[in-house]
């Protein structure tokens, strides 16, 4: 199981780009998180995306945003004739906006994304797909020319401004919160957001959900690429390393605030899982 927080290097510039990176076989998508924004754009691809405890059809032309430490997978299903296609920007929002203040409209926007007043994470800028993509290209080249300081900030109002459009246009248009496929997994991970403090009963969730156990386990895999086990257990070390971070508590009663009793599993499966010991790990955050 590869789960972990992906620390993405800011060292050099604020920003990291991944441009148009080709996936045709062994895709391993993995439940992560990291420390800046990303602004994920297909190229092509299909599968889904998981985040926020909501899962959204890939496609060519769809933009994903994701906050800093939120919690995502990408499964993608691949094959030579259905490669995954895709452009990554991973961004420090702190330093990579510094100048939006200039455009108030944007600004407010891109306040609502990152701190997560808007539900919407999914934009499908297939009607822009080719002027989305030149505006990665040309960040690409700036790079290259290591000319890409005034790009860069060029590249984040220009991508503000294609979902500003995109969220116009869905404010709007009531009907598109109906035309959303459904998924039983969303049900799911919305009750394991509320329980997952509390010890794992799958007869209890399969119960409040009116879902056979055996279905909850398949339906659950089959949509997120994922066993439901794995994802608990991501969600879980993902608040222990909050709480780590944020708190004094002692490792028992993080251990406890997650669903786990047994301090001695827990120390064990958080060293699986993140690859440190809790201890280590409280250590490491404070001396960045």
Known sequence: MKTLFEHIPFDFMPFHLVYRRVSVNDFQGYYHWHQGCELLFVHSGQGRVIVNQQTYDIKRG???FFQPFQLHKVHVEVSQ???????ILHFDPLSHSKNLHLFPTLNTLFDRLQKGILNQQAFDLENDYHYVS?????LNHSIIRNDWQEDSQLFLMQMLSCIR???DHVDNDNSFYH???FHYSEMIMQWIEEHYMEPFDLERLSDELHLSKSYVSRVFKRETGSSLTEY???RRMKQACQLLQTTNAPIEIIAENIGLFNVSYFIQLFKKVIGTTPHQYRLSQREI
Request: hydrophobic fraction near 40%; charge should be positive.
């Open 62 to 64: 769809m933009l994903f």
């Open 165 to 167: 459009k995109n969220i």
């Open 232 to 234: 608990l257990i991501v």
């Open 81 to 87: 004739h259905t490669p995954y296609k895709r452009s």
């Open 134 to 138: 030149e505006i990665y290209k040309a």
């Open 179 to 181: 035309l959303r496929p």
